[in-house]
């Protein structure tokens, strides 16, 4: 971070901690926000257009499309993927745990039908966070998998059995 962007962060991180204590600050004074929402407080919004629901998924779960020649995409309406076929394999990028299985399928099906081997030879991390390579170990180990330097040690400080869990706080 530059020194010039330090004020502006610093000032939208303290007006943010005054506009999240307002709550608080209310439900201690027994102020009008202390009181619980109901339908007739509530203001209307607009609904969620179709088009940011994306693509219908199909039986299995899952939508797969074309981007653009051999690289397509897959999604479970949550998460997203995407993967490459080549004559040697599948290049596959990312792989969220909600799609699981379901990134095969998607695959075998486009393989099928480009005459392709389906064979995930390579996986490419985004980064770390388990919501994009949860279910990259359904893929085996000798697939090659390419990430950025400090998601190598970021993964292999998440799967240390020495290290702590982190304290989970309740709800």
């Known amino acids: 971070m530059s020194s010039a962007s330090a004020p502006n962060r610093r000032s939208f991180l303290a007006r943010s901690a005054a506009v999240a204590a307002v709550p608080a600050v209310a439900a201690l004074a027994g102020g009008a926000l202390a009181e619980p929402a109901?339908?007739?407080?509530?203001?209307?919004?607009?609904?969620?257009?179709?088009?940011?629901?994306?693509?219908a998924v199909n039986a299995q779960g899952y939508y797969v499309g074309r981007v653009e020649k051999n690289l397509y995409w897959v999604t479970d309406s949550t998460y997203q993927a995407a993967f490459l076929t080549t004559r040697d394999g599948v290049v596959l990028f990312d792989a969220p745990p909600t799609i699981g299985h379901n990134l095969q399928r998607a695959i075998d099906e486009v393989a099928s039908a480009s005459g392709v081997s389906s064979k995930v030879t390579h996986i490419v991390y985004s980064h770390h966070h388990a919501d994009h390579l949860g279910a990259s170990s359904l893929f085996g180990r000798n697939v090659t998998r390419v990430g950025h330097a400090e998601t190598k040690v970021l993964l292999a400080r998440d799967n240390d059995p020495a290290r702590p869990v982190p304290h989970q706080p309740h709800p």
């Open 38 to 55: 109901s339908a007739g407080t509530l203001p209307d919004y607009a609904p969620i257009p179709p088009s940011a629901l994306g693509p």
